[in-house]
């Protein structure tokens, strides 16, 4: 039976949605999106917020289904992440991903906050993560995949969180270090990681001479990076930010600053001499932004006359 681990961010979509669609880490037969398209997820969501009127808040849910080494494939695994997000995500768009880049297949669900059909935000807690574990466990049961009973890292996780992890309780190591790898990808240094953690997790974090140490929201004490590996001490963490830009070249993940590139500057010499070739690139990528806002707009509208309709049903419920 699959692992799953959940956490809630307040983070841009378009960042997680991009650490997920990594090519290094998956590819394209093992994509799909759930109550909306897999290449334009990130504007749907956040048109199906703004609809709404709640871009604030808790963005979306990340949620990781881990699968034991060698028992499945990665299309079996997309197929069983699917039927999840379908079953526990009816009213919310979804993009499923299925990542093949480590020992063990894994998929990422990202859900949205919002509910495409009332407005409604998904809550977080306990019993969702439990209602989550039970699904992924019955469909597995149903696949015939095995339990699995110790951790993938022995320097990542212990049995005693491990165990917590097959009661359906949160891990809220695992959730440190999500959100460190999170704000790794988007930070240059320490101190904007430090910001960032702040920002979107709520997770203080502290510079010592040797060490960093975290404070979990639900926590009172921190925790030192080496409690929760390697990866995640100072020394490591520093060493990822000297290499710069080429760091996912060698450990794929996150990209710097959104998307890793800075367009040159250039001075303005005019169309004439740049070339004619220039106009028409223009042109098309107007041409396309134009027919993208064309159909969030529909999408707007399939959402607001689907409200509209319900709230009618409801009012002739009442009579």
């Given amino acids: 039976m699959a692992v799953i681990k959940i956490i809630p961010s307040k983070g841009r979509i378009k960042n997680i949605i991009n650490y997920v669609l990594n090519k290094e880490k998956t590819d394209s037969r093992i994509i799909s999106g759930k109550n909306c398209s897999r290449q334009n997820a990130t504007s749907e969501m956040n048109a199906t917020k703004e609809l709404y009127g709640k871009t604030d808040g808790i963005s979306y849910h990340h ?144 510079i010592q001479n040797k ?13 030192r990076g080496k409690k929760l590996g390697h990866a995640y001490t100072k020394e490591e963490i520093i060493r990822f930010f000297e290499k710069g830009p080429e760091r996912n070249m060698v450990n794929p993940g996150l990209p710097y600053k959104d998307d890793g590139f800075k367009m040159p500057k250039i001075k303005s010499v005019g169309l004439a001499r740049i070339g004619p070739g220039i106009e028409s690139i223009t042109n098309k990528i107007s041409g396309d932004i134009k027919k993208e806002k064309i159909r969030v707009d529909r999408k707007k509208e399939r959402l607001s006359r689907s409200r509209e ?11």
């Fill in 63 to 206: 949620i990781i289904q881990s699968f034991k080494p060698g028992e499945t494939d990665p299309q079996n695994a997309h197929r069983i992440g699917k039927e999840l997000a379908e079953k526990e995500f009816k009213d919310h768009e979804v993009l499923i991903v299925t990542h093949i880049d480590k020992g063990h297949i894994h998929n990422h669900l990202v859900v949205n906050s919002v509910s495409f059909k009332d407005g409604r935000k998904l809550v977080s807690n306990r019993e969702t993560l439990r209602e989550i574990k039970r699904e992924s466990n019955r469909i597995c049961r149903r696949e015939n995949l095995s339990i699995i009973k110790e951790p993938y890292s022995r320097s990542s996780y212990s049995m005693a969180e491990y165990k917590l992890a097959e009661k359906g309780m949160p891990i809220w190591k695992e959730q440190l270090r999500m959100a460190i790898d999170e704000a790794k990808g988007h930070s240059g240094n320490l101190v904007e990681m430090k910001e960032y953690l702040k920002k979107n997790f709520n997770i203080d974090m502290k």
């Fill in 211 to 223: 060490n960093l140490s975290f404070l979990h929201p639900e926590k009172k004490k921190y925790c």
């Fill in 309 to 319: 309709k319900q709230a009618a049903g409801s009012r002739e419920r009442e009579r």
